[in-house]
């Protein structure tokens, strides 16, 4: 079977992750998620380590300290080790899903070009899941997460009774400060600002942009997604 690249992309709460993992979890493409990659690496490697890209300098240590206060990551650092795993599911074989990535121009510039390299601009396939930016805050301001692992479980009429992670079993609160209504509001600007110009890239690419309806049921979206990677 050809290998595919599946690109989720949308606004904070268009249920990127939850469809990506369900999609994963039907065909066993790989999702990759890249708050674990940048997790692995700071676990991996010696806080002395220095990585030299484009002539600059990018300290593991130092970056394990932007993740903990809740800065950004340097877009160079977080690029090159995107790569290198993208390099090394290509090796294996793996199709994947990206949930989170590419966030910005710089990381599509660079992230695009080595896709279609490897697995060919024909078996890309980027789908914007639309919302409307009201469904965007109360989805994100009603999100509830594990206690466990983490797990977002984001709101739809679906999970909305949940009291337990439907995957693990841990009960299920509220996340602080990150999901305040003023907090998602600078998120939904930054998106427009930073994230969602990397449109222009993959129409600039050769990338059929398709779109889902997100605002639909978990299932009628995953079955709108299915039909686009046919
Ligand atoms: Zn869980």
Same mark, same amino acid.
């Given at each position: 079977?050809?290998?595919?690249?599946?690109? &989720?992309?949308?606004?904070?709460?268009?249920?990127?992750?939850?469809?990506?993992d369900l999609l994963s979890d039907k065909t066993?493409?790989?999702?990759?998620?890249?708050?674990?990659?940048?997790? #692995?690496?700071?676990?991996?490697?010696?806080? *002395?380590?220095? =990585? $030299? @890209?484009?002539? !600059?300098?990018?300290?593991?240590?130092? +970056?394990?300290?932007?993740? %903990?206060?809740?800065?950004?990551?340097?877009?160079?650092?977080?690029? /090159?080790?995107?790569?290198?795993?993208?390099?090394?599911? #290509?090796? %294996?074989?793996?199709?994947?899903?990206?949930?989170?990535?590419?966030?910005?121009?710089?990381? #599509?510039?660079?992230?695009?070009? &080595?896709?279609?390299?490897?697995?060919?601009? *024909?078996?890309?396939? =980027?789908? &914007?899941?639309?919302? /409307?930016? *009201?469904?965007?805050?109360?989805?994100?301001?009603?999100?509830?997460?594990?206690?466990?692992?983490?797990?977002?479980?984001?709101?739809?009429? +679906?999970?909305?009774?949940?009291?337990?992670?439907? &995957?693990?079993?841990?009960?299920?609160?509220?996340?602080?400060?990150?999901?305040?209504? %003023?907090?998602?509001?600078?998120?939904? $600007?930054? =998106?427009?600002?930073?994230?969602?110009?990397?449109?222009?890239?993959?129409? $600039? !690419?050769?990338?059929?942009?398709?779109?889902?309806?997100? %605002? !639909?049921?978990? #299932?009628?979206?995953?079955?709108?997604?299915?039909?686009? @990677?046919?």
């Open positions: 079977m050809q290998k595919q690249v599946i690109i &989720l992309f949308g606004q904070p709460g268009a249920g990127k992750g939850t469809q990506a066993g493409y790989y999702h990759f998620e890249s708050s674990k990659i940048l997790e #692995a690496c700071f676990k991996n490697e010696k806080p *002395e380590k220095v =990585f $030299e @890209i484009d002539g !600059q300098t990018y300290k593991v240590g130092d +970056e394990i300290k932007r993740w %903990e206060t809740g800065l950004l990551n340097s877009p160079p650092f977080v690029v /090159s080790l995107f790569i290198e795993k993208i390099k090394d599911l #290509a090796r %294996e074989d793996e199709s994947i899903i990206f949930s989170g990535s590419p966030r910005t121009i710089y990381e #599509a510039q660079k992230e695009i070009p &080595l896709l279609k390299d490897l697995y060919g601009v *024909e078996n890309i396939k =980027f789908i &914007l899941l639309e919302v /409307s930016p *009201e469904t965007t805050i109360f989805r994100n301001s009603h999100r509830k997460i594990c206690e466990l692992m983490r797990h977002s479980i984001l709101f739809s009429p +679906e999970t909305e009774n949940l009291t337990k992670c439907p &995957l693990d079993g841990s009960n299920l609160v509220k996340r602080k400060g990150l999901d305040d209504v %003023e907090t998602i509001k600078k998120r939904l $600007e930054v =998106f427009k600002e930073q994230t969602f110009p990397v449109i222009e890239v993959i129409k $600039e !690419q050769g990338l059929h942009l398709n779109t889902v309806n997100g %605002e !639909q049921t978990i #299932a009628d979206v995953h079955k709108n997604i299915v039909e686009v @990677i046919k």
